[in-house]
C-alpha cells in the first residue's frame, strides 16, 4: 500500500494505525466506511462484498482495530451477513489497552423493529457485549428478548435518535465510532449532524445499472461539505479519508 497525500518523507509502508488514528482532542468522533465501484454503486449483487478485495479488508481490519463500537443498521446485518462479533487482533491489543479500550470494538445495532437473531453468534459469542439500539415502542417481546440477550440503548420513540444514541455511547467513554451502514444509516447519521469523517474505498470496477449509492436519503440542502485528509492506493483500489468540513452539529471535544 502506499500512501499518495499527504506525501510521506520516505516511500515506505503506511501504518493504516497511524494514518487512520483518532484525533486526540475528540471525546466523539464518528468515522464511516464504505466502499464503492468506480460509477458509483454501493452493492454488487446487493452486497457490498462484491465491491471488496484484500486491500479493501486490509483497511477495514484496522477500522475495526481502532474503534470504540461498530454502528451498523439492521438491514445490513441481515443482508451483509454480520452474524460474527468483532474479534480480537493481536496488532492492535497494545494500544487498546494502553488506551483503556477492551480486545475488540463491540458491534451496535440500530433497529426499532427488533427483527434481530438474538441467538446468532453476533450476540452470544461477542468478546465484549453487543449493543442494541432501539426505541421505546418497540415490539415489547421483542424488547424483553434484546434485554436478555445484551445491552439496550432506548433512543426514543417510532425511529431511534441517533443523535442521542451517539451521544450516550460517547458520554459513557465510547467515543471512538465507526459507521459501517447501510447507506440509510449513514444518511440519518449525517443528517443528525453526527458524521465527523468518511473513509471511501473506491473498488476498481464498474456495475452499471441502478445499484444503491453509499449514502441514500433525502437531500442534503445545502451539500455537505467535504475536505480530503488522505489518500492511498493498492491494488487497484483507492482509500480516501475525508473530513466533514462543517459537521451540523460540531463535534464533542476536551473541556
Not at 109 to 115: C, I, M, N, R, T
Request: proline share 7%; aromatic share 4%.
Amino acid at each position: 500500500m502506499r500512501q499518495l497525500i499527504p506525501r510521506p518523507n520516505r516511500d515506505v509502508e503506511p501504518d493504516l494505525a497511524v494514518v487512520y488514528a483518532y484525533p486526540g482532542h475528540a471525546r466523539r468522533w464518528v468515522r464511516a466506511n464504505m466502499v464503492s465501484s468506480a460509477d458509483g454503486a454501493a452493492q454488487a449483487e446487493g452486497k457490498s462484498a462484491g465491491l471488496s478485495g484484500e486491500a479493501d479488508k486490509k483497511v477495514f481490519r484496522a477500522l475495526r482495530g481502532l474503534a470504540d463500537v461498530i454502528l451498523v443498521g439492521a438491514t445490513t446485518v441481515r443482508t451483509e451477513g454480520y452474524r460474527q462479533p468483532a474479534v480480537p487482533r493481536e496488532q492492535y491489543a497494545r494500544a487498546r489497552a494502553a488506551a483503556g479500550q477492551p480486545p475488540a470494538a463491540t458491534i451496535a445495532v440500530v433497529s426499532a423493529s427488533l427483527d434481530l437473531d438474538f441467538d446468532a453468534p453476533l450476540y452470544r459469542e461477542a468478546v465484549v457485549p453487543t449493543i442494541t439500539i432501539t426505541v421505546g415502542d418497540a415490539p415489547p417481546d421483542r424488547l424483553e428478548a434484546a434485554h436478555a440477550a445484551g445491552e439496550v440503548l432506548i433512543a426514543g420513540t417510532g425511529r431511534a435518535d441517533l443523535a442521542f444514541a451517539i451521544d450516550r455511547l460517547a458520554e459513557s467513554g465510547r467515543g471512538r465510532i465507526l459507521c459501517e451502514g447501510g447507506p440509510h444509516l449513514l444518511a440519518a447519521v449525517a443528517h443528525a449532524g453526527r458524521l465527523d469523517e468518511l473513509c471511501l474505498a473506491l473498488s476498481p470496477q464498474l456495475i452499471g445499472g441502478h445499484a444503491m449509492r453509499v449514502i441514500d436519503g433525502r437531500l442534503f440542502e445545502p451539500p455537505l461539505p467535504l475536505a480530503l485528509h488522505t489518500l492511498l492506493v493498492e491494488d487497484g483500489f483507492l482509500f480516501t479519508r475525508h473530513l466533514v468540513a462543517n459537521p451540523r452539529a460540531g463535534h464533542a471535544t476536551d473541556s
